[in-house]
Structure formats: C-alpha cells, structure tokens
C-alpha cells in the first residue's frame, strides 16, 4: 500500500473509531484548528451536509448554546442541537427560511457541496462552481457582517474567477487543503473571514402572530 493511500485509510479508520459519520468530519476539524472559524456559542450552516460529518464537528465544538443548521437534497440523520431542511442550494426561499430558522445572521457559513461526479472532469467542475456560485449567493444574504466561510471547489479554469468573486465580499481569503483530504483529489477550500456586507441584502424575519 502507497503511503497516500495508507493515509487516506488512516482518517476513515479514526472516522469509525471515534463515531464520525464520514472522514470529512477531519477535513473541518483540521480547517477549523488552522483558521479559529467558529467558537462555542455560534450561528452556523452547513450546505451539502450529508451524511453530516461536519454536522458531528459543529455539535460538539458549539456546545448547546449554538445554533446548527444543515442543508443538503438528501436525507441526514438528526443530530443533537442540529435542524437540517433537505432542500437544493438553488431554491430561492431558502435564505428566507434560514434567516427565519435562527432569528439573527450567520456568523459562519459552510459549503461542501459537490455535484453527482459523472466522471466527465469538464463537466463536473463547471457543475460543482455552479453549486459553489448559489452558495456564494446565499452566504452573502445571511452572514454577519465580519462572518466567516468555507467553500468547497474543484479546480479548473472557472476557480479563479470564483476566487475573484469571492475576493470581492471578504476581506481575507485563503486556500487550504487539509491533510484528511486525498492528495490526488481535485478539491481545495477557500476559507474566507471578515465578511463585507455592501448593503442590507435581506431583512431578518419579524416574530409570528
């Protein structure tokens, strides 16, 4: 066995040890030590959280006094301390309904979304920063002013604009690829802080009569 491969083993082997749904739950731990992103006591989303190994993560460093919320189209086992909605990234109320899930703004926002990979590297990545680009959309519509992300891309010809984009709304922006990743897969993530809200984008829910 390659020593890369043996790595790559190592982390779905501590994943099954220690409880952890998927090996990415290493990817956000490891991120998360790099960067400081999130703390005890914060407003967080996950967008494409099944099987919800980053969900896992949220809920043990947030403690009850956080708020979790989890995005993805398919199903995810309820966790404690997590509201997931199984809705697309590409539904345009879905802003609306996580303002309103939470009552204030996001004080991080996370996206690991990827597309069903077809094998064809063209297509997947221009499918995977369509996904990153609704993404994008929805954080600057519910981050906190000053809040952080974590995107997800494949690389490929459309990443650095997707970096510019991204450029334009943070003021830090950083590239990591954790060490629980797979050396030879394609994916990096952007770790973005001190979010720049340009204009009120969308107004937080009044309480229900």
């Known amino acids: 066995m390659r020593f890369s491969d043996a790595k790559r083993d190592q982390y779905r082997i501590l994943a099954r040890e220690n409880g952890y749904r998927s090996r990415s739950a290493y990817k956000l731990i490891q991120l998360n030590l790099k960067y400081k992103l999130f703390r005890k006591g914060d407003v967080v989303v996950d967008i494409g959280c099944s ?12 403690g009850s006094t956080g708020k979790i919320m989890g995005v993805d189209l398919h199903s995810t086992e309820s966790l404690k301390n997590v509201i997931v909605l199984q809705r697309s990234v590409e539904d345009t109320s879905l802003a609306g309904d996580l303002l309103e899930a939470t009552n204030q703004y996001y ?18 990545h221009v499918r995977q920063i369509s996904l990153s680009l609704n993404a994008l959309q929805l954080a600057l519509k519910i981050l906190r002013s000053g809040g952080s992300a974590i995107f997800k891309v494949f690389e490929g010809e459309m990443a650095n604009e997707f970096k510019e984009k991204i450029s334009d ?27 720049i809200r340009q204009e009120i984008m969308h107004s937080l829910p009044g309480p229900r009569i």
């Open 51 to 62: 099987p919800g190994g980053w969900l896992q993560v949220l809920s043990e460093q947030l």
């Open 107 to 124: 004080d991080v926002f996370l996206s690991d979304l990827s597309p069903r990979v077809s094998g064809i590297w063209d297509y997947d």
């Open 169 to 195: 709304n943070f003021a830090n922006i950083m590239i990591s690829k954790p060490k629980a990743s797979r050396q030879k897969s394609s994916e990096f993530y952007i770790v973005c802080k001190n979010y």
